[in-house]
């Protein structure tokens, strides 16, 4: 596609479920990042994959978190056992790493999935 | 550690002024990208412009540009002929190689 494509743009869950989001990157961009917004407050950064291969883990905000990318392209993002404070919106964004020389790693998001846990 | 900061939480404007918005980074790498952000009140996050660490001009695009000082570590927005459209959350972001750390945002009102 054109774009970063997610989905659903909306989901409204009850605490304790699992849930699952997409994120559709650009084609040929080989890096996709995941990261959470809560209202009104910044990004937080989840967890980027280079290709398939996920190099930092490290924003995970705990072991119900987890995030898989087959192909080098479709990613899913899973949360286990969702909790009220996981309510965010999650933006997925991809970017096509240069390689040698400078980093010049524009990212490009998707218009995110609005996460509601009643 | 490596991190952004953005000191103005809220900003406003005039509408057709020139507006500047604060960024300053921390990092040890001698190469990184900064970038600006732009997200309305729609939820988009939009790229606006791309600086490198090596680059000797600063960055402008249309009614943007950057205030790009290595020295001081900064890199500030620059949007000059404020439009309403303008009106959104701005966000510094900085890239030592793969990861992107963003700042905390700044909201920029512009006033007719």
């Known amino acids: 596609g054109a774009g970063v494509s997610q989905s659903p743009s909306n989901k409204v869950t009850e605490k304790g479920k699992d849930v699952e989001l997409r994120c559709d990157p650009i084609?040929?961009?080989?890096?996709l990042y995941w990261y959470r917004q809560s209202l009104g407050q910044g990004l937080e950064f989840l967890i980027y994959?280079?290709?398939?291969?996920?190099?930092?883990k490290s924003g995970l905000p705990s072991d119900r978190f987890s995030a898989e990318r087959t192909g080098g392209s479709v990613s899913t993002l899973t949360i286990q056992r969702t909790q009220q404070e996981d309510s965010a919106v999650y933006l997925c964004?991809?970017?096509?790493?240069?390689?040698?020389?400078?980093?010049?790693?524009?990212?490009?998001f998707g218009a995110g999935t609005r996460l509601s846990v009643l | 550690a490596q991190k952004i900061t953005q000191t103005q939480p809220g900003m406003f404007v005039q509408e057709k002024e020139a507006v500047t918005l604060d960024c300053t980074y921390d990092?040890?790498?001698?190469?990184?990208?900064l970038f600006w952000y732009k997200q309305p009140s729609s939820g988009e996050m939009i790229f606006l412009i791309y600086q490198g660490s090596y680059d000797e001009q600063n960055a402008t695009e249309g009614r943007y540009s950057l205030n790009f000082q290595k020295a001081r570590k900064s890199a500030n927005l620059v949007i000059s002929a404020s439009q309403l459209g303008d009106s959104a959350m701005y966000f510094c972001?900085?890239?030592?190689?793969?990861?992107?750390?963003f700042g905390p945002g700044t909201s920029l009102s512009v006033i007719p």
């Open positions: 964004a991809s970017s096509s790493t240069i390689a040698g020389g400078q980093a010049k790693n524009i990212q490009y």
């Open positions: 972001a900085m890239n030592p190689y793969d990861k992107v750390i």
């Open positions: 994959f280079q290709g398939n291969s996920a190099p930092d």
């Open positions: 990092t040890s790498d001698q190469s990184y990208g």
């Open positions: 084609s040929g961009h080989t890096a």
